[in-house]
């Protein structure tokens, strides 16, 4: 039998602590070449709208040590309206007011599908998780205060995963919508029993912050290198969000992934914005993150982390891995098991008679 899972069932299977922990082991094996990740994929094409392009995402990454190969696939209509002085790529909920986004789980010993979900919670986890783990390994041991920048779906993520990993005693959000900044702020006090405090610029936010959390869908850079203070850890779910120059002011910076960025395939005639000079996976061309050791190595103890406490470090979480996807996956589909939750489809109709 196929388990079909909704996001709530995954919101209730999946903890951020135990995320946290099955990445830092599965990451290992990815460092020692013992799992397997696939560079993203987006295809790119115009739409009947002239604000928006259609976007079909895809990764993909094998645990054979967890016994899953998983696929996630996004189906987007994707735009980049500006707000205040930021542009930002906005996805549109165009299918009957809804996303659409999949994970599907794969048995490494039969091939057979173990499980079909939407990618929604999952996604938000394991970038959340992601940045867990960059400031387990190099924010001071006594880091106590956070400095947010954006107050959306993955901000929250952002902060219960440091909040699992250090004693964060005060938060600080900014977000360019007084509403939505003071409705984070309440939501993420009564989740994580923190005070969370709504501040009116980027600046207040930071200042005198030991952890900065970059968390937007800006294409455009919101940390800079004057506002850099001895000791920070600066973390940013996407290259553009921390300034060139703030980057290379660390000491020392850490990547997701060595792969910069996805393989972008357009139509003739599209360019996407994220895509363009100066612009998103664009806006660190003055530093050359190749060149920085990756979050896996780290893991691995194959590069020190954090020097003294003196140090700025940076972790960029300069790519997804389609990788994360059969961690969390796997954990998922484990807890599901023992606790009775999803439905059941038949596996045979996933499956085929005629050789593919």
Known sequence: MTLILSNADVENLLTMGDCIESFETAYVALAEGRALTRTRSDCIVPTGRDDALYSLKSMDGVIPELGVGAVRIDSDIVTWPRQGD????????AA???????????????GE???IMPDGVMQRMRVGATSGL???HLARKDAATIGLLGSGWQAGAQVMAVCAVRTIESIRCFSPTRANREAFAAEMRARIGVPVAPVDSAED????????????????????????EPGMHLSAIKPAEIEAQAIR????VVIHTADTKPIHVMAAGVTAPDASAGKGWASTEQVDLKQFPTLPDLIAGRVPGRASDHDVTCFVNNLGLGF????????????????GIG???PTDWFTQDVHP
Do not use: H, M
């Not at 009957?96 to 039969?110: D, H, P, Q």
């Open 134 to 136: 960059g400031a387990k």
């Open 343 to 345: 439905r059941e489809l």
């Open 86 to 93: 930021n542009v930002r790529r906005v996805k549109v909920p």
């Open 205 to 228: 936010a930071v200042r005198g912050a030991d952890i900065v959390l970059c968390a937007t869908n800006a294409i455009d850079n919101v940390f800079f290198k004057r506002w850099i």
């Open 249 to 252: 002011r660390a000491e020392r």
């Open 113 to 115: 599908p173990l499980a």
């Open 96 to 110: 009957n007011g809804r996303y659409v986004g999949l994970v599907l789980l794969f048995s490494t010993e039969t």
């Open 324 to 339: 994360q996807f059969a961690a969390a996956g796997a954990l998922v589909v484990a807890n599901a098991k023992k606790r």
